[in-house]
């Protein structure tokens, strides 16, 4: 076991194999924590607190309490119902409870005896017997042991993982602070000029040293303000949210500068390629497809990469400004890789690639994950020889199988679904003759501005803020389950005028499985309601040669109603579809419904959405449907999204997943980024060597994450 000695003189960077109790089978189980030093064990900060201080009697209880109670035990029975449940009735002088095990012994029923005296800790809720704690941790008391041994600070709740529980990290962390006292814990902020400005956020007093706040968060004393906490709002807290904020923001920079030393295949426009392309397509760009194109047209003439980040609504035409990039590298002799979530999608993005660029003599290939092994070979021979300069597909672009001859421009659509470990693998497959591939990162999902910039600060940013001439906006109403039949009806009739319909299922749970059943359940109603219409269904547990199928008629029009699940996000073009119906909209988020929305009002005819909603909604729920049907704006929606949801459901993988914030919260704390930004720039003038230590604190080796 190594010493304290050795820990003082190898400092916060210490391995936490220097604690006692962490040998190496431990500290793997750490490591998927983010956590290899004591500095990382002393940044792995309580995302909750619990109040363990204190009993609460029964009688003042209210439902979704974390509380501790004291009391005696009047009967333990087995209960049979949808779930065998061990079943302990207790009381103290003001009230009775139930305990609720799912999971017990027959020596775990016989330690809760009647008379015995318990106490015990867990979160209350409503069930079938009034108040219930479900699988509470408890403890045996003696008669003489009231009101003692309760914990003497706030107990700290950590992001765990399997194999180390909440006791096991919290010990650890108590020995990490006994080691840490005499280590340099300085406040880099706080070694920032006076001057420094502040921009609009409120002034945060910023120590020279944070041991202090640490060691408060990691066991705030019993009278602390528990709401405060829980809220982030405590001034420790907002000190290190200051602190890792501006260590995220100059990690991007740093990967910002790092680019531009870089080396990519310079790909200048080719004017009369680009001019053949734009009159073929039958309509105009608008405006704001101009300038975008033009964004992307001076960023590929460089010998650097480019990384752009291209908003653009539903129906804006984020696809042609795409086609339009991958002209720039065709007319070099170099390929383009376009990669898409879905086979849908991919599908989709093929069918217009080849009807784009085939009689310009461009040669479109694709990969997915339902080729046939002869096909799938083929493709990838006429990729690594470079006859492939256009390939489209999804996941299984990927794998190590897939060799580009002289790739030099990734596309990105729908970039949010991709983790970031792909979207490197990509990158990676370019070779000394290409460099770095260029890159164009797409999305339909509308980010507000403040936080595209602080959480894509590494990106350059485009908005295609237009959407086509002719395109009439969508007319979102919202109605009870209870009109359900007049909805048929309307259904009836616009099909019977020619036009098209979606009806999307969803359902709390997250699986396929009962997404899929759901749906046709709904099908198999429909169409018997509606004998004299076609009803398709398609759903996440189809093949993909049979949802292409699907897809494929209701474009030709052979189907009049397309059941379905959320599958149909994204990916689905179909301009005569006037008409969307969406069950339970109140179970997605605004993103999502935008996104569905989007699937119908794509040709030049008055479109209607129709959010179907039950009958428990909640608050939240309701403002989430009054937003939708308020505005068809994406950029609109997005910042209520972000308001009521935050930015995970924005900004999905990339941006919050694998960089995971140990205290910050982009939506709570979107207020500070003007000072944040601010710091940034005044380290990376003043102190640039504390840029490396202060992305050691704070991201660890997640660094390298962001270059994706």
């Known amino acids: ?51 363990r201080t204190r009993v609460t009697p029964i009688g003042s209880l209210q439902p979704n309490q974390s509380v501790v109670i004291e009391a005696e035990v009047r009967g333990t029975d087995v209960v049979f119902g949808k779930r065998r449940s061990l079943i302990c009735r207790v009381q103290d002088n003001t009230g009775t409870l139930s305990l609720r095990f799912y999971h017990f012994s027959n020596a775990q029923r016989a330690t809760l005896a009647t008379g015995a005296r318990i106490r015990c800790y867990g979160e209350t809720r409503r069930g079938a017997s009034g108040l219930e704690l479900y699988h509470p941790e408890y403890q045996l008391l003696s008669s003489n042991a009231a009101h003692s041994g309760l914990e003497e600070t706030l107990t700290p709740i950590y992001p765990i993982t399997e194999g180390i529980t909440q006791n096991r990290l919290r010990t650890l962390i108590k020995q990490a602070l006994t080691h840490a006292k005499d280590f340099d814990f300085r406040g880099y902020l706080a070694l920032l000029p006076a001057d420094t400005p502040e921009e609009s956020a409120p002034a945060i007093s910023l120590p020279n040293s944070l041991f202090e706040p640490l060691a408060y968060l ?42 531009q030393q870089q080396a990519a295949v310079p ?64 007319a070099h002799q170099q390929q383009v890789v376009i990669m898409a979530p879905t ?79 792909q979207r490197l693998s990509l990158r990676n497959k370019g070779n000394k003759h290409t460099g770095i591939p260029h890159q164009l990162i797409m999305t339909a999902t509308p980010i507000p501005r403040t936080l595209a910039m602080s959480a894509y600060a590494d990106l350059d940013y485009s908005v295609i803020d237009e959407l086509p001439k002719g395109r009439i906006p969508v007319e979102t109403v919202i109605i009870s389950q209870q009109k359900r039949p007049e909805i048929i009806q309307r259904i009836d009739y616009a099909c019977q005028q020619g036009r098209q319909a979606y009806w999307v299922c969803t359902l709390i749970e997250n699986s396929e499985a009962l997404e899929a059943q759901a749906a046709e359940e709904a099908a198999t109603l429909l169409a018997s309601t509606l004998p004299n219409l076609t009803v398709g269904l398609v759903h996440g547990r189809l093949k993909p040669p049979e949802k292409e199928q699907v897809m494929a008629q209701f474009k030709a029009g052979e189907i009049d109603l397309l059941v379905a699940t959320t599958v149909i996000e994204v990916g689905v073009d179909v301009p ?3 008409l969307m119906i969406i069950e339970n909209p109140e179970r997605l988020g605004l993103a999502q419904l935008h996104q569905l929305r989007g699937r119908v009002g794509r040709g030049s005819i008055a479109s209607h959405c129709v959010l179907l909603y039950g009958d428990k909604v909640s608050l939240n729920g309701k403002e989430r449907l009054k937003a939708m049907r308020s505005t068809s704006d994406g950029f609109k929606i997005a910042e209520v999204d972000l308001q009521l949801r935050g930015p995970g459901e924005v900004l999905g993988t990339r941006q919050t997943g694998d960089i995971d914030f140990a205290l910050a919260d982009l939506r ?28 050691e604190r704070w991201l660890g080796k997640n660094t390298h994450y962001a270059q994706a």
């Open 343 to 421: 086979e849908i999608l991919a599908e989709q993005h093929r069918l217009n690639f080849e009807k784009w660029f085939s009689p310009l003599g461009i040669c479109v290939g694709s990969l997915t994950g339902k080729q046939k092994v002869k096909e799938r070979r083929e493709q990838l021979a006429a990729l690594e020889q470079g006859v492939t300069q256009v390939v489209i597909g999804t996941h299984a672009l990927f794998q190590d199988s897939v060799v580009f001859n002289r790739l030099a421009l990734v596309i990105i659509d729908e970039q949010h679904r991709f983790g970031v470990h």
């Open 668 to 695: 709570r704390d979107l207020y500070l980024m003007p000072k944040v930004n601010a710091y940034a720039q005044a380290i990376i003038t003043h102190f640039p060597e504390h840029i490396a230590p202060l992305s």
């Open 218 to 259: 990691h066991a705030p004393p019993k009278n602390a303000d528990l709401a405060q906490l829980l809220a982030g709002e405590h001034p420790y807290q907002q000190v290190l949210i200051m602190e890792e904020l501006t260590a995220y923001q100059l990690n991007l920079l740093r990967l910002r500068e790092q680019r």
């Open 1 to 51: 076991m190594t010493s304290t000695k050795q820990v003082s003189k190898n400092g916060i960077l210490t391995s936490v194999t220097a604690l006692k109790g962490v040998g190496a089978q431990l500290a793997k189980k750490l490591e998927k924590l983010g956590i290899y030093t004591l500095q990382d064990m002393l940044f792995h900060l309580p995302r909750q607190y619990a109040d």
């Open 576 to 578: 005569n579809a006037s």
């Open 267 to 330: 790909l200048a426009v080719d004017k009369a390629l680009e001019d053949q392309f734009i009159q073929a397509l039958g309509f105009t760009l608008t405006n704001a497809q101009q300038r975008v194109v033009e964004d992307i047209s001076q960023d590929l003439r460089l010998s650097i990469p480019m990384m752009r980040l291209l908003q653009g609504d539903v129906g804006s035409g984020k696809t042609v400004v795409a086609a339009l990039a991958a002209l720039h590298a065709i």
